[in-house]
């Protein structure tokens, strides 16, 4: 490979400007995927098919949310103590609006790239945008993947300003997932032995982010990823992902997957609420295979921030004992959401970064 006629900033600079993502480079019939995808050996070494991935599926707990609560509250705490990762079913929204949300999200994706150019934008401050990979310019490979952003809370962005395509979807969608993430804040407060209504006055529920991936055919899936290793920066996220799969946890040394299950949502804890549980409960790492089948997978994930930004975080302080001490020291929700948007996508440092030194999870 001839290296010295190789400008990476000048490719990814293209790439951007054409405004089209990794699915304008699929509609041209690319049957190589450009250099600045493609992945160093340690990142890929264990997504080969040799690798020492479990395919068990039961480590990743499947919990009814129609049961007795005090049983929720346990199967909920137990999956946030140990993995970080859980999925519930009977969470109170219809398959049908799961449906129609994919559909719609499809439906932008694969609309003409003159239709979708408008809306493409690096400003993560705007009520809606289209991007392909949000550290293109920080990350040391980018990934296999296109994602329309829009900013659930405090408010929605003007109607006009949501593509019409999925614009009745989203709003749906809102008014669910909103619910539902203040229930599972609620499930997770008493999990821990404090307040139920402690998250929820700390603003958690009201700075919802929704990012809406879409994954298309990757011709050399071995040499990139769909996302990177990564943990979620807020207090959890709520995931609807498709029936394609690829999505994987990391447990110890090895990556489970979670095999999607109709109807079910995938949850997962970010690294403010493994902060603000004085490490009770784990923001664990994950990342998504590049997409190998013909048909593209879809994802929707809403990550929930407090709105906030000015207060203090850390453990909370009914949380902090002389028998476990405070493990992380005090920084502004401003402060933290500017670091974690000036690194790459990539591993677990927030949460690390705040840690005090002499403490381990």
């Known amino acids: 490979m001839n290296t010295e006629s190789y400008d990476r900033a000048k490719q990814v600079q293209q790439f951007d400007d054409s405004k089209t993502g990794v699915k304008g480079l699929v509609d041209s019939g690319i049957t190589t995927i450009p250099r600045f995808f493609i992945h160093p050996p340690e990142t890929l070494s264990d997504i080969k098919p040799n690798s020492t991935t479990r395919p068990d599926t039961q480590l990743i707990p499947t919990i009814d949310l129609s049961d007795l609560r005090p049983t929720i509250v346990e199967k909920i705490a137990s999956a946030s103590r140990d993995l970080g990762f859980f999925q519930i079913v009977n969470h109170g929204i219809e398959p049908e609006i799961l449906e129609r949300l ?133 207090v959890l996220t709520i995931l609807l992902q498709d029936q394609i799969g690829g999505l994987q946890v990391k447990r110890g040394e090895e990556w489970v997957n979670v095999k999607p299950v109709p109807g079910a949502l995938v949850i997962n804890i970010g690294d403010i609420l493994q902060i603000i549980s004085n490490d009770e409960y784990k923001s664990v790492e994950h990342r998504v295979f590049a997409n190998a089948s013909r048909e593209p997978r879809i994802s929707v994930a809403v990550f929930f921030n407090s709105s906030d930004r000015d207060s203090l975080y850390g453990p909370l302080p009914e949380l902090i004992s002389t028998e476990k001490p405070a493990h992380f020291r005090q920084f502004t929700y401003t402060e933290y959401m500017r670091r974690f948007f000036t690194k790459e996508l990539d591993g677990k440092s927030l949460a690390n970064y705040y840690r005090l030194s002499g403490t381990t999870e």
């Open 102 to 234: 994919i559909g719609a999200i499809k439906g932008f994706h694969e609309q003409p790239a003159e239709i979708k150019a408008p809306v493409y934008c690096r400003e993560m401050n705007r009520g809606v945008s289209f991007f392909s990979n949000v550290d293109l310019f920080r990350s040391k490979a980018a990934s296999w993947r296109d994602t329309l952003q829009v900013k659930l809370g405090p408010t929605m962005p003007e109607l006009d300003k949501i593509p019409e395509i999925c614009r009745n979807e989203l709003v749906e969608w809102n008014q669910n997932v909103t619910k539902l993430g203040e229930v599972l804040m609620e499930l997770l407060c008493e999990g821990l032995g404090v307040d139920k209504e402690r998250l929820k006055e700390m603003k958690f529920p009201e700075g919802r982010t929704m990012v809406a991936h879409y994954y298309p055919y990757c011709p050399q899936s071995d040499l990139t990823v769909g996302i990177a290793s990564h943990t979620d920066p807020g």
